[in-house]
């Protein structure tokens, strides 16, 4: 999960902004 | 009744599509032939057009904390940066779609990602295709035309990097798909049962069978006169892995080759042990 913290992210919430 | 269901389908995905996606391929299209009554695209053909276009090309990422480092940076360092930030979020635009395909969100959470982390690639460069002629690419949402040719000019690796995705472009616009047979098409790529790592096969298998009708019905009402459009577009599958494959390995080489590049962290998820 730690792996693919920005996609689960994207996937959980609505449209959330990409942050760097 | 079941053929009315899956006009239903179809028709609901190209409702999403149009939601989630930014420029389509009937605006690119219009843009690309003049059509849209609006003024033409800026034309970048050197780099001397690049530095004007920079005036006239608003990009969206400019705003992106962090981007201002990048002005000092060699001008093929410049574009790909963009380019990621573009991909970035084309990622976005792509999960939103996806979530709204019936029956994904209710899939095992770690295969979501999966899927979305073999998927994406192939969806950009299929959706790609819709901005691309044999000149050259729309970028910054249709405002500027970039040309095949100046994107070769640039030094090596860059001017390998986009080559591949015109001549895939040029096989795969000749199928002349519109937006609503491309939403359909992205749905069966998105839910492909072969990715490597899934847990629960059976279900994404199951959902994509009822995608694959809804492609064969879609294809069939459409293009009545094509009457092998879905094989080949189906065959236009393997060649999109290929182009992901080695877009990755170009992608990595110039991570290990290119000091002063940052790789964006989603980006860098999405390509960690993917081939």
Redesign the interface.
Do not use: A, M
């Given at each position: 999960k730690e792996k693919h913290k920005i996609l689960h992210r994207l996937l959980q919430n609505s449209s959330s902004p990409v942050d760097l | 009744p079941e053929c009315a269901d899956l006009r239903a389908l179809a028709k609901h995905l190209y409702d999403s599509y149009l939601k989630s996606f930014s420029l389509t391929k009937a605006k690119a299209r219009a843009i690309l032939t003049g059509k849209t009554g609006e003024k033409a695209p800026f034309v970048i053909y050197d780099m001397n057009s690049l530095m004007t276009g920079q005036q006239f090309v608003s990009y969206k990422q400019n705003s992106?904390?962090?981007q201002g480092q990048e002005q000092n940076k060699e001008v093929e360092i410049q574009l790909f940066q963009r380019c990621q930030f573009r991909s970035?979020?084309a990622?976005?635009e792509i999960?939103?779609f996806a979530?709204s395909i019936p029956g994904f969100?209710g899939l095992d959470?770690?295969d979501?990602?999966t899927l979305?982390?073999y998927g994406v690639h192939e969806v950009i460069f299929s959706t790609l295709a819709s901005l691309m002629n044999k000149d050259g690419v729309l970028i910054s949402d249709g405002q500027g035309f970039m040309t095949r040719e100046f994107l070769k000019s640039l030094r090596k690796p860059f001017c390998e990097l986009m080559e591949p995705k015109f001549e895939f472009s040029v096989k795969f616009n000749s199928l002349e798909l519109d937006d609503s047979d491309l939403a359909v098409f992205i749905a069966v790529i998105i839910l492909s049962g072969d990715r490597p790592g899934l847990v629960n096969v059976k279900p994404i298998e199951d959902l994509q069978d009822n995608m694959l009708q809804a492609l064969e019905l879609q294809l069939k009402m459409n293009h009545p006169d094509a009457p092998h459009l879905f094989a080949k577009l189906l065959q236009k599958m393997t060649d999109l892995r290929q182009i992901v494959t080695e877009h990755v390995q170009l992608l990595q080489l110039l991570k290990k080759t290119e000091l002063e590049m940052n790789i964006?962290?989603?980006l860098q998820?999405?390509m960690?042990d993917l081939y």
């Open positions: - | 992106v904390p962090g970035v979020e990622v976005r999960t939103e979530k969100i959470l770690n979501q990602v979305l982390k964006h962290p989603l998820e999405i960690k």
